[in-house]
């Protein structure tokens, strides 16, 4: 063991210093280190937790990337779309794409005896990945999509149930608007006529999401209903939801697959339809990155006020080893070996509290929230050791270079100014 080493022990015994006026501050830098630390993890993870949640609820509800046709109708839904089967072998055989689901949209009224409401009804087929939906299944199941006959099934969110009174089981009526062309024999042309139309389905299954903007309206039937009650054949349907293996790569994937399809359709990624989601997804890690950078700003001034007080303490002793002969440097590393210590110490508190709250908070799931205002029901972790590591890492190396700073008021000190007053 080095004298710097030693003489840094001794100091930093609590033992030997029970009446040492710096005792308390280095009490309040060692806290203040170890609620950063945990602040710090905590926000890391709440913030990746927060955007893994609100990610996956928006692409297990939607996907990835929508091809869908350019031009819309007067009540703003999609043109059918017909893509011949060569071309979707094609896009299937692609490595980056995992899975492609036809689908269609409609809009309509669902009327009981007292309420009317509107709604948007997603026809889906057997191909259908109901993976996510399958999870937040709150009473029935999924809806049958796959018989020849076509299926008067309809899996509707438990908001929409709750408010229009809707019951497991249940037939539910809707009406909807359908344009077809006709012959106009007074204009001698083709005209767009719209025409109401209806059908009762029955209630298969309810599900919750906590995404109020999809539980509030969204419903899914067998995507042959919206192809006959639109006046469809069975090849056109709204959309193609392709989903990719990497979120993280699905603007490149996206190009790739508009030079495939060339510029014959509208190709969105859930970036771009969601965008004011993401946008908001966004700012939080801008947030996050401000909490982190206030953390290790106040750990840091809380060590440097710490070992200040413990050279002004210490002058004495400064100036007596000096005296011995040990040079700058040497005393540099004393108050250097303490502080790191100290933060080590706090570091270690910091990262037992900091996990700990976040497995908490992962397996028994206490802080809760206001599904209707965050989309999801309670406060979402994330654990990554990686980020854990980093935050670590950087933390400890920030503090360690911002307390060379205050050691510099050792190489003023010199033994005549500090042991006269002996």
């Known amino acids: 063991m080095s004298v710097e080493k030693f003489i840094a022990n001794r100091i930093s015994n609590s033992k030997q210093n029970k009446d040492s006026i710096s005792k308390p501050i280095v009490k309040i830098g060692i806290i203040g280190i170890t609620l950063g630390v945990s602040v710090m993890l905590l926000t890391v993870s709440i913030v990746l937790g927060f955007k893994k949640e609100i990610v996956s609820k928006i692409t297990g509800l939607t996907t990835h990337i929508v091809v869908s046709s350019i031009n819309r109708n007067a009540s703003n839904e999609a043109e059918p779309i017909v893509m011949s089967e060569d071309t979707l072998e094609i896009l299937k055989k692609i490595p980056f794409v995992k899975h ?7 809009n309509g009224l669902l009327k009981t005896d007292t309420e009317n409401e509107g709604i948007l009804l997603k026809g889906v087929d057997n191909n259908y990945d109901f993976d996510y939906l399958k999870k937040h ?9 796959g018989t020849e006959e076509i299926s008067k099934e309809i899996f509707i969110s438990e908001v929409l149930a709750k408010r229009m009174d809707l019951k497991l089981h249940g037939k539910v009526l809707i009406y909807f608007i359908s344009q077809r062309e006709a012959y106009d024999s007074v204009l001698h042309e083709i005209i767009t006529k719209s025409e109401q139309r209806s059908r009762k389905f029955t209630i298969c299954g309810i599900f919750k999401t906590n995404f109020a ?7 899914l039937v067998d995507l042959r209903q919206i192809q006959r009650i ?22 490149e994937d996206q190009e790739q697959i508009e030079e495939v399809l060339g510029y014959d359709y509208d190709i969105n990624n859930v970036k771009q339809i969601y965008s004011n989601i993401f946008m908001w997804l966004d700012k939080l890690d801008i947030n996050g990155v401000i909490v982190i950078v206030l953390m ?15 050279i002004l303490e210490r002058t004495n002793m400064v100036g007596l080893v000096k005296a011995l002969g040990m040079n700058n440097v040497n005393v540099r590393k004393i108050f250097l070996f303490i502080s790191f210590k100290l933060i080590g110490r706090g570091m270690m508190w910091g990262n037992i509290f900091g996990i700990g709250l976040c497995l908490l908070q992962y397996y028994f799931k206490i802080a ?3 599904s209707e205002t965050y989309y999801v029901d309670y406060v979402a972790i994330y654990i990554n050791w990686y980020y854990f590591v980093l935050l670590n890492v950087g933390t400890f190396l920030t503090c360690a270079i911002m307390l060379f700073l205050p050691t510099l008021i050792l190489t003023k000190l010199t033994p005549i100014k500090t042991l006269k007053f002996d």
Do not use: C
Not at 100 to 106: E, G
Not at 231 to 249: C, L, Q, R
């Open 100 to 106: 492609i689901q036809k689908t269609a949209f409609k």
């Open 230 to 251: 639109s006046n469809w054949d069975s090849t056109m349907v709204g959309n193609y939801e392709i989903a990719v293996k990497d979120f993280n790569k699905v603007e």
């Open 296 to 310: 290790i700003l106040v750990a840091t001034i809380n060590m440097i006020t710490a070992l200040l007080i413990l």
């Open 368 to 370: 809760k929230l206001d």
């Open 137 to 145: 299944i709150t009473e029935g199941r999924l809806p049958n999509f």
């Open 213 to 219: 903007d999809f539980d509030a309206k969204l419903s």
